[in-house]
């Protein structure tokens, strides 16, 4: 292949990739957001997002209806997950409910194994054609799906946080939770309410992947991993940063993996998580920032 060929399948592929670390890391970040602590279910409802696809294309035969479907179901879970776990918590702090998070997440993983089973399921892709001939490569119209999907919900989130009124109010008790509360906004609802974004971004994630991985229930911990580093590279609580950091880490992968070795794909997320945690903590846009609402 000719070298500026093969640097823009790269591109493609990384961007694709890194478009699923992003819509993992975003789930991070707004829980962080709202509650100070990672959500370590994350990776779990990304699995569960693309099993319940597949499960309900083989029913319905209706790949959209499925992952519809599908999406509404998990984003149930999360709201449920956080109303039976997170809000009895008498004194919630950051480091209870991320440890708390860890226990939700050997759950999930256990109830998925048990409801959908253990053997790896998938569906076609979103089109009918499998590949495409693009500027003289060759790309999978699945990769072109995962890319698009994203950056429309990428869109859709900014102008929810932006414009709408429950956005406004996510992003007043993420910045001050006391004085959010002073002045009428619910707490408590705000963070149910994240929990509901990440499980709809986890889910959205496992639906658009499943056609080209597959998914098995004991894939949740690398998937939460690798969006917890891409938060991290990004800057954990930055929603900007989930993007910056999902697309840096799929494209360190793409080029890793072709220049150095297929091998070592999934221990170039380790290498980027320490470097960051030993260089720049804060991540490349994770600073602390005054947000007027």
């Known amino acids: 292949m000719h070298t500026g060929s093969a640097v823009l399948q790269?591109?493609?592929?990384?961007i694709g990739t890194g478009s699923i670390y992003a819509l993992i890391a975003l789930g991070f970040n707004v829980v962080f957001k709202s509650t100070g602590a990672m959500n370590f279910a994350q990776g779990e409802w990304v699995v569960m997002g693309g099993m319940t696809s597949a499960l309900l294309f083989a029913a319905t035969n209706n790949i959209l209806l499925a992952c519809l479907a599908a999406v509404l179901i998990i984003i149930v879970v999360g709201i449920v997950s956080e109303r039976l776990v997170i809000w009895p918590l008498r004194r919630?702090?950051?480091?209870?409910?991320?440890?708390?998070?860890?226990?939700?997440?050997?759950c999930t993983r256990s109830l998925v194994m048990l409801v959908l089973g253990k053997k790896p399921v998938g569906y076609p892709g979103f089109s009918s054609t499998a590949t495409l001939e693009v500027a003289g490569i060759t790309v999978q119209t699945q990769t072109l799906w995962i890319i698009g999907v994203t950056l429309v919900f990428l869109i859709a989130m900014h102008l929810f946080f932006e414009r709408s009124i429950m956005g406004k109010a996510l992003r007043a008790a993420a910045a001050d939770r006391d004085a959010a509360?002073?002045?009428g906004?619910?707490?408590?609802t705000t963070?149910?309410?994240?929990f509901a974004i990440a499980a709809l971004a986890g889910a959205l994630a496992g639906a658009i992947i499943t056609p080209l991985t597959l998914s098995s229930y004991d894939q949740g911990a690398m998937f939460g991993f690798k969006g917890f580093s891409a938060a991290m590279l990004g800057g954990v609580g930055s929603l900007p940063g989930?993007?910056?950091?999902?697309?840096?880490?799929?494209l360190l992968e793409a080029f890793g993996s072709f220049y150095i070795s297929s091998d070592f794909k999934d221990a170039i997320a380790f290498a980027v998580l320490l470097l960051i945690l030993f260089v720049r903590p804060s991540g490349f846009l994770g600073r602390a920032d005054v947000v007027k609402v």
Not at 10 to 14: K, Q, S, W
Not at 185 to 188: A, L, N, P
Not at 191 to 194: A, T
């Open 92 to 106: 919630p702090n950051a480091l209870l409910i991320t440890l708390v998070s860890i226990g939700l997440a050997i």
């Open 10 to 14: 790269l591109l493609v592929a990384g």
């Open 242 to 250: 989930a993007i910056v950091g999902g697309l840096a880490l799929g």
């Open 185 to 188: 906004v619910r707490v408590e």
């Open 181 to 183: 509360a002073i002045v």
């Open 191 to 194: 963070v149910m309410l994240s």
